[in-house]
């Protein structure tokens, strides 16, 4: 009776034991370690009890080992390669209405939107600078000169975007109105659903948000505008998820 022979079945006794993540660590020690945790028995043990009903029709040409590390492992957190889209390539044209009366249009391009708001104005609330200023994605432009707007009207926008890869148009936000405005936060907020094209049919229910950035103006219930902030929260959290985002809209 050798040492190794010994040592091999205690290993025999152990490994049945363990878990799945474990006994795949296991077979990083050592030769023998690796080629008797490889017993396709001691994993088809493991699977049975994570999917009972693999064992009742063996799934054909794979292994249960092969089984447990590709399915066993979590798939939310798969990094995206590179966007074929850039900033760059992208502008924004963005358009706000009091009532009937246009109060602010400009086309501006997506790498301005991506510099955020380098000279905040004098007197701005903390709560607002501490947004601005904080260091999670966003996609804000700096509004000079600032427009006023009376809170008690209807304000709506609109935020079309060209590509100028394809020389193509989508639509982001069309004639939504800001229904929400959070006055402790000092932003009034308006919403739509993307629009995506056919060859993403699954993808729906993601909504670009566009919100003012405003100021408390001497007037009751008018503020000052000195900024514009779009984001999909719903679905984007980076600059690279965001151009994958918009690369799958309905391009025209």
Known sequence: ???????????????PLLDGKDLASCMLVCRQWR???RDEYLWKCICAKRWPSICKRPPPAISYYKLFVTFSRSQFNQSLPPARLSFDDLEFYIDVWLEQTLVFSEAVSGAALTTGIKNPPAGIPSIL???????DYKMIMQVDPRFTLSLGQRISVSVLLARKDTNEMA??????????????????????YLRFSAGHPFISGVRAWVSLLFMAN???????????EIDFCDAANSENEVLWLLDMLDWK
């Open 1 to 15: 009776m050798t040492r190794d022979w010994l040592y091999g079945e205690v290993l025999k006794a152990v490994f």
């Open 35 to 37: 080629d008797i945790a």
């Open 129 to 135: 600078k501490a947004h601005v200023d904080g260091a």
């Open 171 to 192: 639509c982001i936000v069309n004639q939504s109105a800001f229904e929400y405005v959070d006055a402790n936060a000092f932003q009034a907020l308006a919403y739509d």
């Open 218 to 228: 001497n007037y009751n219930n008018v503020v000052d505008v000195f900024g514009i």
